[in-house]
């Protein structure tokens, strides 16, 4: 952060904050809003993103009131990472959380969405479902006045979670007895991560007339496995609008600006590969992201410029005026305002979008853990990274010593990649490129944290305390 630029914004009054509960003027006070996350939702298997199957009626609809994002990209594929990249619209490797179960730098010199929110005299309250997002893993609690984190279900050796049937209600009972505006509320759910169950009632759902996007050569154990995984995309649906239905009830529809989103895909047996973490694949990476706010946006509208979930946040901030307030926001985005495209059909210039992702465990040391010095030191470059520019998406392994390029306007699947030897001009371009932006913004853990000075600043603007 530039202490210089902190330094005048010191000097400025800070801006008024209406009281909790005061009356609210929808055509001068910043709307509520509603964050939902659905874990490991990858895009394609939506009715809305043009699956065969009708699995999404209630996310077809939140599309067809608003606007959705045809080409939405995850900066990493892990949870806990991915969503610390939204909150900041920064790189893993900038806000240091790179693997699940490392928390946010207490002294982080980066600002967070719902930190700024609080700020602005926001109700924060959030309703997570997974082990990588309870608050001593991820250091979001302190940012909200509720945050709910009660798992008893168990998904993996000292995992726990919780189901949408469990997490819906206490929702829903919050939004009911809320009575704070404005509110941000987070609604995180975590079904169609694996293990995958079949939601009897959500399965073999009907066809829809558009064209299969099931990849071909699928085996038996791939099937079975896509129509549980598609069981839980209908489970979860209905959930969500069951919250949806609550949202109306309680009067706040037209003043809540709702955003749906994913941390990341999952790859269901494609590439002979199932899951995600290790690898950059279209399945993995795409996510839906689903923007509602009545009376500001054109219900229906579709865009196809690719963005980033680096995007989400300045997004809200630009869609609830806050970020027009005075003294600004002393915070810097990597990613940019989608607002103007959203509102008003402004042109979204093509840029480059980037993904990456780490070793994991065997790659990384936690500075957490007491026997850090048993694990491998993270190597200099990520286990994969890459770069989507137009049609044409690049992946480089360092340690494999592999780039591989993917026209994906003619090979949607990614089944015959360019494999560009070392010996080629263009894997040295391309490497070269990847290297230097990576090596550009991997910062220290020193420089992570704010400096003393910038501290005192951001205390005396209120965002912190």
């Not at 009356?23 to 910043?30: I, N, V």
């Not at 994002?69 to 939204?86: K, M, R």
């Not at 099937?223 to 069951?242: A, F, Q, T």
Request: overall charge negative.
């Amino acid at each position: 952060m530039n202490s210089t630029a902190l330094g005048c914004l010191a000097a400025l009054l800070i801006a008024a904050v209406p009281a909790a509960g005061q009356h609210r003027s929808e055509a001068t006070d910043p709307p509520n809003i509603l964050l939902v996350t659905i874990d490991t939702l990858r895009a394609d298997h939506l009715s809305c993103y043009g699956y065969h199957r009708k699995t999404s009626p209630n996310m077809d609809a939140l599309a067809a009131q608003g606007v959705r994002f045809e080409h939405a990209y995850c900066t990493i594929p892990l949870t806990g990472p991915s969503h610390v990249s939204l909150f900041s619209s920064r790189y893993p490797q900038e806000h240091g959380v790179r693997i699940n179960g490392v928390p946010i730098p207490k002294d982080s010199k980066w600002l967070y969405l719902p930190q700024i929110l609080r700020r602005f005299g926001y109700f924060n309250a959030a309703f997570v479902s997974a082990w990588p997002l309870v608050s001593h893993l991820t250091g979001f609690s302190h940012w909200f006045q509720v945050y709910d984190q009660e798992m008893k279900r168990s998904y993996q050796f000292l995992s726990s979670s919780r189901f949408a049937e469990d997490v819906t209600p206490r929702a829903i009972s919050w939004l009911e007895d809320q009575r704070v505006e404005p509110f941000f509320l987070w609604v995180h759910y975590f079904d169609p991560h694996a293990p995958y169950h079949l939601r009897k009632g959500f399965a073999d759902p009907e066809t829809n007339g558009h064209a299969t996007a099931t990849p071909p050569d699928v085996s038996a154990a791939m099937s079975d496995r896509i129509r549980r995984y598609d069981s839980e995309i209908g489970y979860v649906d209905h959930h969500l609008g069951l919250l949806l239905r609550a949202l109306d009830k309680a009067g706040v529809r037209d003043s809540t600006l709702l955003v749906l989103t994913s941390d990341h895909g999952e790859s269901l047996g494609e590439h002979d590969y199932v899951g995600h973490g290790r690898h950059l694949y279209e399945s993995i990476l795409r996510v839906p992201l689903i923007v509602r706010y009545p009376g500001h946006i054109k219900p229906g509208t579709v865009i196809d410029t690719p963005v980033s979930l680096l995007d989400v946040t300045p997004t809200i901030l630009e869609l609830t005026g806050l970020s027009q307030r005075q003294p600004p926001i002393p915070a810097n985005f990597v990613g940019r305002s989608l607002a103007g495209a959203i509102q008003n059909g402004s042109s979204l210039q093509e840029h480059p979008v980037r993904f990456l992702t780490f070793a994991g465990k065997k790659g990384w040391t936690p500075s957490w853990l007491s026997f850090s010095w048993a694990w491998l030191r993270y190597p200099k470059l990520p286990l994969r990274l890459g770069w989507l520019n137009g049609p044409t998406k690049s992946v480089w392994s360092p340690r494999e010593k592999s780039l591989l390029i993917y026209d994906l306007a003619s090979d949607l699947h990614e089944l015959d990649p360019l494999s560009v030897s070392s010996e080629n001009d263009r894997f040295a371009e391309e490497t070269s490129a990847l290297e230097i932006w990576f090596k550009a913004t991997d910062l220290t853990e020193a420089d992570m944290k704010r400096a003393e000075r910038d501290e005192e600043i951001l205390k005396s603007l209120g965002y912190t305390q």
